[in-house]
């Protein structure tokens, strides 16, 4: 309800900067305000091509960019809850996290203020679950929704500096390249590892696709603090914990 709350303050003030035409009228008006609260309240994720914020079932909600042909959310995914409202199980222990063969989710270093900041940690269990985790009309990104990202943006050697957050707020020194300038505004969110230990954050940002590669991996891509590349890669478990980001059907 905090959330909702918020929102409606904001969109109030100065709902032309985060609302779009929610029905498609061709004014954004307090009309539109109304359509997105209902939609909220009614436990709908909130989001499409026409609208400038994203809002998922928890009331979280979320700004989105266009690049090229694709609608990404520009914020990593928070949500504890599917689709349906079913929880998506969290707090797991070491061993849990280990051995689970279905969907999870953490919060680096379980301190709940990283969400706020990185987001949540997703294993890929949770991420293809037919429930969903996305707002509706978004879902989480294929192997070939990201290459296609990369491509756009110049290549796997300069994309990564186009796409992660600038400065030093979130990311460790030196942060080569980084200009944000897709306005993807990556983050270095880290991530959980098989064993359940937290690595890397403020270092590398690691970003799940749907992708399987086989049956216990599959594909990422990533972003390092030390240059401008986007890696492309699978060499990490399906428990691993790693940031999501929804992008538009």
């Not at 009228?25 to 009614?42: M, S």
């Not at 270093?109 to 985790?133: F, K, M, P, Q, T």
């Not at 290459?147 to 990311?171: N, P, R």
Request: glycine residues 12%; aromatic residues 12%; hydrophobic residues 30%.
């Amino acid at each position: 309800m905090k959330n909702i709350f918020i929102l409606i303050t904001v969109c109030t003030v100065g709902y032309t900067q985060c609302l779009g035409d929610m029905n498609r009228d061709g004014i954004k008006d307090v009309l539109d305000i109304l359509i997105l609260v209902d939609d909220i309240l009614d436990g709908n994720g909130v989001c499409d091509e026409i609208t400038e914020v994203c809002v998922d079932i928890d009331g979280n909600f979320y700004s989105t960019v266009q690049i090229g042909n694709q609608l990404w959310m520009s914020e990593n995914l928070k949500t504890t809850r599917y689709n349906n409202g079913d929880e998506i199980p969290t707090g797991l222990t070491d061993g849990e996290w280990q051995n689970a063969t279905s969907g999870a989710l953490a919060v680096y270093d379980d301190n709940e203020s990283n969400a706020d900041i990185y987001g949540r940690l997703y294993n890929w269990y949770a991420v293809v679950d037919n429930r969903g985790v996305c707002p509706e009309n978004f879902h989480v990104p294929t192997d070939e929704e990201y290459t296609q990202l990369t491509i756009y943006l110049g290549g796997s050697d300069v994309a990564g500096g186009k796409m992660k957050e600038a400065g030093l707020e979130h990311w460790n020194s030196p942060n080569t390249g980084a200009t944000n300038e897709s306005g993807f505004s990556g983050f270095p969110g880290g991530f959980r590892n098989i064993s359940g230990s937290y690595v890397y954050v403020g270092s590398d940002g690691y970003f799940r696709s749907s992708s399987e590669y086989s049956t216990s991996q599959a594909w990422y891509h990533s972003l390092h603090y030390g240059n401008s590349v986007v890696y492309q890669d699978f060499n990490m478990s399906k428990q691993s914990g790693l940031s999501v980001r929804c992008v538009g059907d």
